[in-house]
């Protein structure tokens, strides 16, 4: 059972332009969470998804971001016109419950977005 | 303010020592969770302490949790290099289940 997959790992943008970061969580687990990571910090959670539905989106940007868990494939990620403050490593997990239950999320190995 | 707070931000020990990790909260939770994180890597779930427990073991791992004092501490026995990484606390942020990390003590495990 292959853990969380996110790609790309590494992503390098020109200020402007725009950034897509892909999650496939585990086998089975239909909860995903995206989280930021500033250098130094711990993660700050941006947005919680089920299959076709935001379900928390109160950590994310209101300008810009936006995430979607479609039906079939990956979660996706997408900040449009990124700026040199969007540089961050991004994380995704997945868990099996989800709300209001008591579960592990297990985390991506991450994408690092770099804006030049 | 942060939910989770760790203390020491950064700690540095001899291999074969302990390292204790204090993480403190500010809210009522369900349960809390530690996690590890190489440098430059994805997070690793260690151990999961539920708010009706007060110390769970985990190979060389110990977790107490203290809910009238709203703080926990991660015990790593008999340390080793590969120890080396950042620990970070998680609470529950309500029932959605998104999890509030602290900063994180950073540890080094000196061969």
């Known amino acids: 059972n292959a853990g969380v997959m996110q790609n790309p790992r590494h992503l390098v943008r020109r200020r402007g332009q725009e950034a897509r970061l892909r999650c496939s969580p585990m086998?089975?687990?239909?909860?995903v969470y995206w989280y930021r990571q500033l250098p130094e910090e711990g993660l700050k959670f941006m947005v919680y998804?089920?299959?076709?539905?935001?379900?928390?989106e109160s950590g994310m940007p209101k300008e810009r971001f936006s995430a979607e868990f479609p039906k079939e494939g990956p979660s996706i990620l997408r900040i449009q016109q990124v700026v040199r403050g969007d540089s961050a490593a991004y994380f995704c997990?997945?868990?099996?419950?989800?709300?209001?239950?008591?579960?592990?999320?297990?985390f991506g190995p991450g994408t690092r977005l770099t804006v030049l | 303010s942060q939910q989770g707070e760790e203390d020491p931000q950064a700690l540095s020990i001899q291999e074969g020592e302990n390292a204790t990790m204090n993480c403190s909260y500010k809210?009522?939770?369900?349960?809390l969770q530690w996690y590890r994180q190489n440098s430059g890597r994805g997070l690793v779930h260690l151990i999961l302490?539920?708010?009706?427990?007060r110390e769970k073991h985990s190979g060389r791992l110990r977790v107490t949790l203290d809910t009238s004092k709203k703080s926990s501490s991660l015990l790593i026995t008999a340390s080793r290099a590969a120890d080396t990484a950042s620990y970070f606390c998680a609470t529950e942020k309500g029932s959605q289940g998104n999890l509030i990390f602290g900063k994180g003590t950073k540890l080094s495990v000196k061969p």
């Open positions: 302490i539920r708010s009706n427990e």
């Open positions: 998804l089920q299959k076709e539905n935001i379900i928390d």
């Open positions: 997990a997945s868990s099996t419950l989800g709300q209001g239950s008591t579960d592990t999320q297990y």
């Open positions: 086998k089975g687990h239909s909860h």
């Open positions: 809210t009522s939770i369900n349960n």
